[in-house]
DNA sequence: ACATTTCGGATACTATCGGTATCTGAGTGC
DNA sequence: GCACTCAGATACCGATAGTATCCGAAATGT
């Protein structure tokens, strides 16, 4: 063991290598989509070569898989917050719709993930995993939307799990069509928020 | 010249051979995805060699987009007869429902649109004609939800174009979703599309 | 401290597939 | 019936995901 602490064990190493290939992989699987990024072109961007690729992942599938988990984690945390933060409904609404106009579309987090479920549709390993996170996306979405409505006292039109599956669905739906036609407004999305978890009318 | 009708001309013969091409290249991306269906697979089924896509279509992107239109007309002729032959706001509805029940996510319809739209985001020409026709659905699906609103005598919470845009959206997400994961259930559908076309509260 | 083992990553190779260049023969017009 | 055209066939190229093999440095045992 050499003297000062610049020293690493291999697991270390290992674990820096992965994230950054991670990192560079998410950068340009969001930039020039997940098909047009040749596995070689995410290693050699993060100083490496297929070899690392393929020791850190089982493929180019599992790559993407530890990509979508990274930005699983921002999204959630966005939501989370834009929701937590102000406590009337309208400014809740509105503080999700501003989270949304940042990340439904522009930065092609939703364009991402939509490619990788088409194109990987036939692999049912990643089919599963896709389906668990979007579960866990969904029953998050619900119990915020259950709790907000609680707080607010008030009744639903819908039940949170069709609300969370709506929101969903819009959300992806959105951000596929906007990630062609940037024409499309995302303020839609706060009206149709706001038909969605309206109340029950009387 | 023969004797018998069965003679046929060139321009009739090469109509004939791109016909049954995107027949059978429609099946076939349904079935096995677009990205993973070969374009020598597509040829071969149809009984031709992949010269006779390339001498009919720019290219696999090309034979696609011509797949997609023929896809388009029949959605459009659903979407149409399931609102028009009812009359009250609910089984219409409720016919549109069952329409999606049977269009969006089984046969896989969205997803390859959705698959093709990643997979050839890059494509600008591609994209136009993308966009081109989710204008075309759009504005038929706002001139429809405009005309029945007017004869119900209802005033909307969303401009139809709004609510276009929302339902498209929204069947989008879930034909991509469900075609992942089936146990979505489209009734869901039917309560967003209560929600989203409901008429203004007061 | 030296030999041995382990394994993260590199290199070389294969298979598949979209696209291009060239060819061929049946159908067309003179 | 002869030269020509063009739909479709064939042969090839380049890109890229994945595999098989190899190398050298870090870990381990004595």
Redesign the interface.
Known sequence: MTVDGTRITRAERQAQTRERLVEVARDLFLT?????TPLDKVAVAAGFSKGAVYSNFAGKEELCLAVLDSMHAEQIEGIVEAFSARTDLDSRIEAFVEWARRSVGSPRYT?LE??F???A??SPFV?RE??KR??EMRSMAAGLIAQIAEEEGIEL??TPE?AA??L???????G??R???SS?DVS?FA??I???V?PR?S
């Open positions: 020039e989509g997940y098909a047009a364009a939509v490619e479920a088409a194109a549709r036939h089919a896709l389906v979007h579960r039109a819908l069709q599956t709506s969903l669905s819009l959300g992806i739906g959105m596929a069509m990630s062609l036609d499309i839609i009206a149709a706001r038909s969605l309206r009318d």
